[in-house]
């Protein structure tokens, strides 16, 4: 286990009340900047991500000639190019710790005219590459991968991209969004069939900008050769910020929170669902629209809760919440288990190994399985629990302490930044004990 990394020390107890607005979504804010970036005209961006995760989508565009001003106080202003203006960079572009990010990018770039190369961090690149190259490579592009699969990633030109009638054998929106954004450069109609509803960001925000996309049950389907026209777009906060305290403020007595201006997309809400069926009492407030996207402000009030066998068809609709599921799942009483879910060995850590790891050090009874993991309710106890650097993991075992018999320390949480900036200051100022040390 690392020492010399950042660490949250965690005492154990408190409640959670007063509002919060979490950070901007993060899906959201990598296609702001990537749309933007594409469209005609100037598109202004505010609620901006200022993590590190849309901050590598950020430079990446710029590395590709695009002007782009801000972020200040979450807004942004890009100075589109057009589907045809982005230019080569000079250097590889570095993606940092952000999946989305390169999994996206790998579609884009595959119908530009200039060579790419796209790398990340330690845990990106051990992350799989061939769900995207596959479908990419059967629309005519050319990209080499490590033997293994993984970045770095070469993208090299191609004279013309193909459209695809693509079948996705995973739930998973970053395929789906990968394959459209090629699409934009296709000759043709490409389609994309999931096998369960993901995230829709992507085509929300295409038609946004003006570019016409088709659905047909779980079917999407975009035309190549069109444009796209700048716009204004207001980045709600991200439900998976909003997550950890859903369950902080319902495990731990007293609590009653206020989350404001979260983003309630129906492909996204999978949290709220399942921590209903688990007993959790949250209050939907004034839900509006905003720009294409559903918002709403969230009241949460601590409550007991149950375990519960994880409906599969909410899996991919709560697929980055699991680690704090599974606090919630460690303090109801009974017995919670999750199927279905083996995308969660391939996030930035295996998320079912190292929280049921963690789970273990602090005296639940989790036990993982091929594609979940089943947990006993019961006391939260103290220790040291190791995040493997997911940005997820640091933050669900802050929400532990709440309900902990004593202190928690976490370590290596540098990448909380990726998705939550000033996550310590905000979780505190509510009432988490978290600090921060460098050990
Ligand atoms: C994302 C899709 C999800 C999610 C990730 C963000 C996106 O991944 O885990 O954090 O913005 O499209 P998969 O689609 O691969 O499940």
């Known amino acids: 286990m690392s020492s010399n990394k950042l660490q949250f020390r ?12 979490v950070p901007g979504d993060k899906s959201i804010s990598h296609r702001s900047i990537m749309l933007g970036s594409l469209a005609d005209g100037v598109t202004h961006v505010s609620g901006f991500l200022e993590g590190e995760d849309s901050l590598a989508t950020l430079r990446v565009f710029q590395a590709m000639g695009v002007k782009i001003d801000g972020p200040s106080d979450g807004e942004v202003t890009i100075n589109g190019v057009g589907v045809d203006g982005l230019k080569a960079p000079t250097a590889p572009l570095d993606l940092g710790n952000s999946g989305t990010a390169m999994r996206l990018m790998c579609g884009l770039l595959a119908g530009q005219g200039f060579d790419t190369t796209l790398v990340g961090d330690s845990s990106l690149t051990k992350r799989p590459m061939r769900r995207v190259t596959d479908p990419l490579a059967a629309m005519n592009a050319v990209i080499d991968t490590s033997e293994g699969g993984t970045a770095p990633l070469h993208i090299r030109p191609t004279t013309t991209l193909c459209g695809i009638d693509y079948t996705m054998p995973v739930a998973s929106a970053q395929v789906k969004s990968c394959v ?8 043709g109609e490409t389609c994309v069939t999931e096998p369960a509803p993901t995230r829709d960001h992507t085509e929300r925000m295409l038609q946004g900008f003006g570019y016409p996309v088709t659905r047909n049950g779980n079917r999407v389907c975009i035309r190549g050769g069109g444009r796209l026209r700048a716009c204004d777009i207001d980045v709600p906060a991200d439900i998976s910020s909003a997550a950890f305290f859903l369950v902080g403020a319902s495990i731990a007595t007293g609590s009653d929170l206020l ?4 983003g309630m997309n129906p492909t996204r809400d999978g949290v709220i669902n399942i921590l209903r069926l688990m007993g959790a009492v949250i209050g939907v407030l004034d839900p509006r629209d905003v720009r294409g996207e559903p918002v709403a402000d969230l009241h949460v009030r601590s409550a007991p809760l149950k375990g519960i066998r994880i409906p599969e068809d909410q899996v991919p609709l709560a697929i980055d919440e699991f680690p704090v599921l599974f606090v919630a799942a460690a303090c109801a009483e009974g017995e919670t288990v999750l199927t279905g879910a083996e995308e969660l060995r391939v ?9 049921a790891d963690g ?3 602090l005296g639940v009874d989790a036990r993982p399985t091929a594609d979940g ?6 006391a939260i106890g103290s220790g040291r629990v190791d ?5 997820r993991i640091a933050m669900a075992f802050t929400i532990a302490g709440l309900r902990a018999g004593g202190e928690i320390v976490i370590e290596d949480c540098e990448n909380v930044n990726t998705s939550f900036p000033r996550f310590v200051e905000l979780a505190s100022g509510v009432g988490s004990r978290v600090s921060l040390t460098g050990d």
């Not at 965690?10 to 607005?21: E, F, N």
């Open 10 to 21: 965690v005492q154990p107890g408190g409640s959670l009340s007063g509002r919060l607005r």
């Open 180 to 187: 459209l954004l090629a699409g934009l450069y296709a000759e």
């Open 259 to 262: 989350l404001e201006h979260v």
């Open 347 to 355: 996030k930035e850590s295996d998320r079912i190994q190292v929280m």
């Open 359 to 361: 789970l273990q050090v």
């Open 373 to 378: 993991i089943v947990i006993q309710g019961g």
């Open 387 to 391: 995040s493997h650097g997911d940005h």
